[in-house]
Nanobody
Framework: QVQLVESGGGLVQTGGSLRLSCAAS????????MGWFRQAPGKEREFVAA????????YYKDSVKGRFTISRDNVKNTLYLQMNSLKPEDTAVYYC???????????????????WGQGTQVTVSS
């Protein structure tokens, strides 16, 4: 099991930037795919981005491509999500999650992630 703690959320204006961090503890961080998900009020949790164990493969929700960048530091056991050109529709609670294997399996969706953080609120004002 991996314990995850997100930070970096906040209130930002449209067009602004935020960098989310997810600090992980546990021996499996460096061998697990990691992901970011988000959940807006009244909506289901949705995939945002994922990264393979080495950082060599990344995956993004279409609406964030070109604006968000997922990365990881396996020495610091930390996952990041750099969010630029933020829009009001990006407002949500953002969660990081640890995958069950080394690569993201899109068909499995959130079911493939066994450990979740508590979430961090991102609010984009118009």
């Amino acid at each position: 099991q991996v314990q995850l703690v997100e930070s970096g959320g906040g209130l930002v204006q449209t067009g602004g930037s935020l960098r989310l961090s997810c600090a992980a503890s546990g021996r499996t961080f460096g061998s697990s795919a990691m992901g970011w998900f988000r959940q807006a009020p009244g909506k289901e949790r949705e995939f945002v981005a994922a990264i393979s164990w080495s950082g060599g493969n990344t995956y993004y929700k279409d609406s964030v491509k070109g604006r968000f960048t997922i990365s990881r530091d396996n020495v610091k056991n930390t996952l990041y999500l750099q969010m630029n050109s933020l829009k009001p529709e990006d407002t949500a609670v953002y969660y990081c999650a640890a995958g069950s294997g080394p690569y993201y399996r899109a068909r499995e969706g959130p079911r493939d992630f066994g450990s979740w953080g508590q979430g961090t609120q991102v609010t984009v004002s118009s």
